[in-house]
Nanobody, 124 residues
Framework: QVQLVESGGGLAQPGESLRLSCAVS????????MGWFRQAPGKEREFVAT???????DYADSVKGRFTISRENAKDRAYLEMNNLKPEDTAQYYC??????????????????WGQGTHVTVSS
């Protein structure tokens, strides 16, 4: 059984940083394209970032230059480093895994495995 578990969410002030972690079990994460998505209250879930097996990355325009996605296959983990946080970054953040493609996409339907999410609140 494949499980993804996010951690690292919480409350941050504007301009501060948080680091989200996604732990993968039941599947070798080196063969998963990993993605991060988020859903703000009253809005649809949206793409944040993705990283391929070999480390190729893609970001939503809204987070480019502020967020960094990375992976540590030896630990079966993926990370999302979030810097210069803004109130509009407030959302439930989800980790996702795509076992079918080397490179994950921006479409959430490409991802087969999902975590339960971790909440990020950015407020002064």
């Amino acid at each position: 059984q494949v499980q993804l578990v996010e951690s690292g969410g919480g409350l941050a002030q504007p301009g501060e940083s948080l680091r989200l972690s996604c732990a993968v079990s039941g599947y070798s994460s080196r063969f998963l394209a990993m993605g991060w998505f988020r859903q703000a209250p009253g809005k649809e879930r949206e793409f944040v970032a993705t990283i391929s097996w070999l480390g190729a990355v893609d970001y939503a325009d809204s987070v480019k230059g502020r967020f960094t996605i990375s992976r540590e296959n030896a630990k079966d983990r993926a990370y999302l480093e979030m810097n210069n946080l803004k109130p509009e970054d407030t959302a439930q953040y989800y980790c996702a895994g795509d076992p079918a493609h080397e490179i994950g996409g921006r479409n959430e339907h490409s991802y087969q495995y999902w975590g339960q999410g971790t909440h990020v609140t950015v407020s002064s």
